[in-house]
């Protein structure tokens, strides 16, 4: 007993030092993506520029095509073909990425990200050391779910740049996040290891926390494309009517993917993690059945899941709604993912409820 109790601290111990290590590496990725940017080529400002500037269609090349005429032969030109794009569209190219296209800054990037994947593996490692010390899934309280929810984040980011994705434009702000996410969970949040209350030990933890905590790191990659869509929707706004941004806007924007790939990215990545979360709330309602006897009890907990549910359905719905499109539906999906992140810190620190008893 007194072996596998001092087993335990000593695991608990580790774990605590290989989050403190993670947070030093993701430090130095998050300067090697700074020096990504910010060695970057500058001097394709005006690539955006004149991808908008409005340019008279050039005129086709003639073609001779012969037709036969009562035995003689007339020569006809090619007819031109007119190509229309929606109402209010703009057919921009990407930006070259933060790199900006110069070997020099492609290789920061690089460096960024293997700091990246260096940092994530020694975070995954404390995460399941914490599951070890603790023999049982590790995301009891606020401050294992603070951990556990950037590496998911993390490790969903660089899935999709193992398969070949262009979202490299993530790494600088999810970085900076997962460094303000840990920072708050080893300072405010740090609870010590300990066992669950009878009502949280079920194998319900695992599926319904999981899921949760999965969907909230694809609806933030989903977040900060909004946001970054917003301002870049801005920018090219700007431009198309003959505005002049500040150096700093053109220094970064113009380096993002257009707004239209922002927009389409994280309406995908909400679309696609939708189902999951409304999956996350019947297993939920499920464990409450089984651990209160009742499955909805408008708990503050339940009912600011039901909220970001709706906010989510809002965004969706108003996607395929004429009219509500672009800019709109994007406060929409803001507000939702706002939603969530009150769920999660405000509910757990500010309410009363049955989710309470995790402690912080």
Known sequence: M???????????RMSDLLIYSSMAVYTLAFFAHIAEWVLGSRSKVGRTAAALTPRAAAPAAAVTVRVEQGGSTAVLDK?????????GARDVPDGPGAAGGTVKGDLYGRIAVSL?????LVEASGVVTRALSVQRAPWGNMYEFSTTFSTVAVGSYLGFLLAKKNV?????????????DLGLATTWLKTPSDQLVPALDSYWLWIHVSTAIFC???FYLGAVATLLYLFRDSYENKLATGGNPGAFARSVLERLPAAASLDKFSYRVNAAIFPLWTFTIIAGAIWAGDAWGRYWGWDAKEVWSFITWVGYAAYLHARATAGWKGRKAAYIALVAFACFLFNYYGVNIFVSSKHSYAGV
Do not use: C, Y
């Not at 990246?116 to 994530?120: E, G, P, Y």
């Open 2 to 12: 007194i072996l596998a109790a001092t087993t335990d601290e000593s695991l608990a």
């Open 79 to 87: 007819p031109k073909v007119v190509t229309r794009t929606a109402a």
């Open 116 to 120: 990246t994947v260096l940092a994530f």
């Open 168 to 180: 490299r434009w993530i790494g600088l702000p999810l970085v900076t996040t997962v460094l303000l």
């Open 216 to 218: 909230g790191a694809v």
